[in-house]
């Protein structure tokens, strides 16, 4: 079974870089791009990274995104405490007939 | 500015259907639904990540291999809404379901704020 794996939870305190993982395959982050998603406590996902390393308007470019071969990540300079939230990593996989799969997800804790 | 609104019960028995509804606002899903747009549904379960359920387009729908055999997704177009049907639920669909647009990237800027539904007899 095709499977992101994200470490389950980082951390890091004001103005620290943070990076997050996520690991994937051959079907999916080996073949595809890598989206990244920030939910925020109580709210929906927002689109924070697409296509690896592009930011839509409005996210600041302290967020970048990378990936290279089966693996991605996210980094996140000059960390602010409004980063604290879950991030998330997807990519589509090529596996029975195809779907997009999402990572476990990473809980940032600013301390 | 696109607006999405999941609709539907917070409480379902086991072995029954879950049924959601999701309404679009601030554009039409038809001049949309022809183009490179999909309407679709992504849910998370406590203490789990996201999970891709499907997505709806001019040309078919595309399912979770995993959810496919319990899942309908349809659009009514006069209504500007887009449904999920879930069958046969157990506990593990308990989750906060969230509808969205996506496009051949995936799921992008518009969410839904989520409804959480609890499945329990």
């Known amino acids: 079974q095709s499977v992101l794996t994200q470490p389950p939870s980082a951390s890091g305190t004001p103005g620290q870089r943070v990076t997050i993982s996520c690991s994937g395959s051959?079907?999916?982050?080996?073949?595809?791009?890598v989206n990244w998603y920030q939910r925020l406590p109580g709210a929906a996902p927002k689109l924070l990274i697409y296509?690896?390393?592009q930011r839509p308007s409005g996210v600041p470019d302290r967020f970048s995104g990378s990936k290279s071969g089966t693996s991605a990540s996210l980094a996140i300079s000059g960390l602010q405490s409004e980063d604290e939230a879950e991030y998330s990593c997807?990519?589509?996989?090529?596996?029975?007939?195809?779907?997009?799969?999402f990572g476990g997800g990473t809980k940032l804790t600013v301390l | 500015q696109l607006q999405l609104q999941e609709s539907g019960p917070g409480l379902v028995k086991p072995s029954e259907t879950l049924p959601l509804t999701c309404s679009v606002s601030?554009?039409?899903?038809?001049?949309?639904?022809?183009?490179?747009?999909?309407w679709g549904w992504i849910r998370q379960s406590p203490g789990k990540g996201l999970e891709w359920i499907g997505q709806?387009?001019?040309?078919?729908?595309e399912l979770n291999p995993y959810l496919r055999s319990r899942v309908t997704i349809s659009v009514d177009t006069s209504k500007n809404q887009f449904s999920l049907r879930l069958k046969s639920v157990s506990d593990a669909d308990t989750a906060v379901y969230y509808c969205?647009?996506?496009?051949?990237?995936?799921?992008?800027?518009?969410w839904g704020q989520g409804i959480l539904v609890t499945v329990s007899s």
């Open positions: 969205a647009r996506l496009d051949s990237g995936g799921p992008g800027d518009y």
């Open positions: 601030g554009g039409s899903i038809s001049s949309m639904y022809s183009g490179t747009y999909r």
């Open positions: 709806v387009h001019s040309g078919g729908t």
């Open positions: 051959s079907s999916n982050i080996g073949r595809h791009t």
């Open positions: 296509t690896n390393d």
């Open positions: 997807a990519a589509w996989d090529d596996s029975l007939n195809g779907f997009w799969l």
